[in-house]
């Protein structure tokens, strides 16, 4: 039987959030899990579930701007990565180790979750077991198969262009991630542009900390994802040498639903077993 729960975080910053967390009852190791950009963490409890069915302590971590955050973007409250990885990723990491003590510690994330998740392992990766990555991938426009790629670097100037004059981006409205601070697409859009991991006034190389991971690395893709293609992943791959990885293409057969970047989490038992197995 499992058992959920509701941690309370505040960051040093004083941002107040939950991690959802889902505990089996002999637990094997703990995961801290980062969303994708835009979703909030109950969207995860299926996988949360699935991965607790394997001895895995799920802690689902919730964004600054998502479900429990106190905050919202608007014109009058910013951030970017380096409020992100600053401030509430080591809080999120604090809570799971004390609520989990002495359990091997794995981080994992969705899309932009996958992509933090490396940025953070390469700032605290202390005794960090192994990265999970699920349908992620540096934004870098030259990642894309063509013709996708020749119309992103447009969308990496427009988006951060809406913001600004918006105060903050709608989405939801444009049909990618919900409403998202300015400083967050910002930092996001210069990563698509550049493939080169920073945030702005944070002083940290968040390239050369990646290339300092050496924890081993279990990614999935799916086949019908345009939004997280094989190219993509393996770019992030590429900037941590280090680390020994697995990566698996899944086809919408092997999934048992719509092989893209959202479908997996209503139909999360095949992608929990396999990465459960890589352990």
């Known amino acids: 039987m499992n058992t959920c729960a509701r941690l309370p975080i505040t960051s040093a910053d004083g ?5 959802l967390a889902h505990l089996p009852a002999q637990a094997t190791a703990s995961l801290l899990w980062l969303p994708a950009l835009g979703v909030a963490a109950r969207h995860y409890q299926p996988f949360a579930d699935a991965l607790a069915a394997e001895g895995i302590a799920v802690f689902l971590h919730e964004w600054r701007g998502n ?3 106190r905050l919202r973007a608007d014109r009058h409250h910013n951030w970017g990565y380096r409020e992100l990885l600053q401030f509430d990723l080591p809080a999120a990491e604090a809570a799971v180790r004390a609520a989990a003590p002495g ?3 794995r981080l994992g994330g969705h899309s932009l979750g996958g992509q933090l998740a490396c940025c953070h392992a390469g700032l605290h990766g202390g005794t960090l077991e192994a990265l999970w990555l699920v349908a992620s991938g540096t934004p870098w426009w030259r990642s894309f198969p063509a013709p ?3 119309l992103l670097p447009a969308a990496y100037r427009f988006l951060p262009w809406l913001a600004r004059r918006r105060g903050a981006l709608p989405g939801r409205r444009l049909g990618f991630g919900g409403t998202e601070a300015r400083g967050l697409i910002d ?3 210069r990563v698509g542009l550049s493939n080169r991991y920073a945030a702005r006034n944070l002083a940290d190389d968040l390239e050369a900390g990646m290339r300092g991971i050496n924890a081993s690395i279990s990614a999935i893709i799916f086949d019908q994802d345009w939004l997280a293609p094989a190219s993509s992943m393996r770019q992030l791959l590429a900037k941590m040498p280090a680390a020994r990885y697995r990566l698996h ?3 919408s057969r092997e999934l048992g639903t719509s092989a893209d970047h959202f479908h997996w989490m209503k139909a999360p038992q095949n992608v929990a077993s396999v990465l459960t197995t890589a352990r």
């Open 15 to 19: 941002h107040q959030f939950e991690l």
């Open 103 to 105: 359990l091997p510690f």
């Open 249 to 251: 293409e899944m086809s």
């Open 187 to 189: 930092d996001w859009s």
């Open 148 to 150: 996708r790629r020749y």
């Open 67 to 69: 479900g429990s955050s």
